[in-house]
């Protein structure tokens, strides 16, 4: 999920799915509100937000859109993983 300003009093929330459009005179507001919502949410969490589309019809992986907040679980025989690169490791 992601939010943005198109105009002064209007807020786009763009959802898995779908966009869903708010008005109010406080839309400067609500946005930083979101945003720092969704900075918490990352920090120290097990879940992380999409920042781009991938799908895949291999069953074995997981398909996901830009904005959708994935949970993250530990595999049993895997180590922690790393960044690399902007790739994940892990390893056996």
Do not use: W
């Not at 300003?5 to 898995?16: T, V």
């Not at 966009?19 to 005179?25: G, N, R, T």
């Not at 879940?47 to 992986?61: G, K, Q, W």
């Amino acid at each position: 999920m992601f939010v943005t300003i198109p105009s002064k009093n209007m807020l786009e929330f763009n959802l898995s799915n779908e966009k869903l459009i708010l008005f109010s005179a406080k839309a400067p507001q609500v946005k930083t509100m979101i945003d720092y919502f969704i900075t918490e949410l990352k920090k120290d969490s097990d879940y992380v937000v999409a920042v781009r589309n991938y799908i895949t019809d291999d069953r074995t992986l997981l398909s996901f859109h830009k904005g959708d907040i994935i949970r993250l679980q530990k595999m049993e025989g895997l180590e922690e993983g790393e960044a690399v690169n902007d790739q994940v490791c892990h390893t056996p």
